[in-house]
């Protein structure tokens, strides 16, 4: 099944649950997955696609938008719709840094 709206879009398929969504303002898109059945090779094939289709939607309409990929920690979305302006965002850079530095701490 599929449901969409005006701003954002749901689906389940494989064992996989997405949702993609563009803030009320307009100034991010969210994209929140779960996997269901041990389904999470299939899920991080399925991100992968999302976000690549989502990357290049960007570059081919608003070329000129700087962007940054953050990881959002589960619970603080635990219930929807989340309040994103209270969500702590994690930037994907700053943890990569990390690991490759051997940092405990991003």
């Known amino acids: 099944k599929c449901y969409f709206w005006k701003n954002g879009i749901h689906w389940a398929d494989d064992g996989v649950e997405c949702l993609v969504e563009v803030s009320v303002d307009s100034s991010s898109v969210h994209l ?7 389904s999470v090779l299939q899920m991080c094939k399925l991100r992968s696609q999302v976000i690549s289709t ?3 939607a960007k570059q ?7 962007t940054d990929e953050f990881v959002v920690m589960p619970s603080a ?5 989340p309040q994103w302006n209270d969500v702590p965002l994690f930037s994907i850079s700053a943890i990569a840094d990390g690991v490759v530095m051997g940092k405990h701490h991003v």
């Open 60 to 66: 081919d309409y608003c070329p000129a938008v700087k």
């Open 32 to 38: 929140m997955m779960r996997s269901y059945d041990e």
């Open 54 to 56: 989502i990357l290049s």
């Open 77 to 81: 979305v635990s219930q929807y719709p």
